[in-house]
């Protein structure tokens, strides 16, 4: 149905506004996507809805985007890594921040799609800040277990920025409801009795983690505005960019992190070859990449 010609007026276009470079082998899901959306606005030919995109109905973009990104995802996905997270990463970012006096967690979840991942970080965090002693109490109560939300109660102050590019997956993650099944295969006992409600059809994730999460539209070719981060997620989106867009996305995560900040790619992302600064983080198949402390000689 798409000409080559128009094939590619498409891929520049989506590329330009997304990143997302579409090789010619997924030409067909293009098309299909494309015919959806015409279908949509009564239109019959692929010139004219590109026109419409182009130049009239910036929206229509946003929602033909919508339908090009692939949303796969689940709570505590790439196990080895999340383990690497808790056992390793958050230890010595709240070892780096209380050092400064700064008890500040700031992460981000970039590509988040329906929230499981930034909703996971959470609920680890959550468990990080309430295992931590506290200065301020006694130690029998030195773990600041009596939080009644979030991360209140204790003296961290927490907060996972989660964003994505489509509106449609931060419209699931905001309500923060999920299948029963989908999260029974994902998450275990321990997790599920202290982080989730359920009414036996769906599971939802409590209040208190919920709040720790703040969900915004974001569109990763676009700078963010976000600095002096501790740690940034942006797992399995990298894939659809080419080589030069995820320098860009790289040079841009470099600089909102704090000096000694984390980054977290998808298991079939990394940073090899792109020759950055980051030191490579590596425990029993988690994997990661450290921005040099200040003062420190950086790695690769
Ligand atoms: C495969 S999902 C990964 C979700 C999660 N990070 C994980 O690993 O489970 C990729 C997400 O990246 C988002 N995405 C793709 N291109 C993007 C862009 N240019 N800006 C922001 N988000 C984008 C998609 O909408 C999708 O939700």
């Given at each position: 149905m798409l000409t080559d010609e128009e094939f590619r007026l498409f891929r520049n276009l989506i590329y330009d506004e997304a990143g997302i470079y579409l090789k010619e082998a997924r030409k067909d899901f293009l098309e299909h996507r494309v015919a959806k959306r015409m279908g949509v606005k009564g239109l019959s030919s692929p010139y004219w809805y590109y026109k419409l995109i182009t130049d009239t109905?910036?929206?229509?973009?946003?929602l033909l985007l919508d339908l090009l990104t692939v949303n796969e995802t689940s709570f505590f996905r790439n196990g080895p890594q999340m383990e690497l997270f808790r056992k390793v990463i958050l230890p010595d970012v709240m070892r780096m921040r209380s050092r400064d006096m700064q008890k500040r967690l700031r992460i981000w979840s970039a590509g988040c799609s329906t929230g499981e991942e930034p909703y996971s970080v959470a609920m680890l965090a959550h468990e990080a800040i309430r295992n931590a002693p506290s200065p301020f109490l006694p130690p029998d109560k030195g773990r600041a277990g009596g939080m009644s939300g979030g991360a209140e109660g204790s003296d961290w102050d927490v907060r996972i920025f989660a964003s994505d590019l489509s509106?449609?997956?931060?419209?699931?993650?905001?309500k923060g409801e999920y299948a029963w099944d989908k999260v029974r295969a994902t998450v275990d006992e321990h997790y599920l009795s202290r982080y989730f409600d359920t009414d036996g059809t769906c599971y939802r994730v409590r209040d208190e983690i919920r709040k720790m999460v703040v969900f915004d539209f974001h569109n990763l070719k676009n700078d963010n505005g976000l600095s002096n981060l501790d740690i940034i997620f942006c797992r399995n989106v990298m894939i659809y960019f080419d080589e030069e867009e995820q320098r860009r996305l790289i040079d841009k995560f470099c600089r909102s992190l704090n000096p000694g900040g984390y980054l977290l790619l998808g298991h079939a992302e990394s940073l090899h070859g792109l020759g950055t600064g980051f030191e490579f983080v590596y425990d029993n198949k988690g994997t990661a990449y450290k921005k040099p402390e200040q003062g420190k000689k950086s790695g690769a």
């Open positions: 109905e910036k929206t229509e973009l946003l509106l449609s997956v931060l419209e699931t993650a905001s």
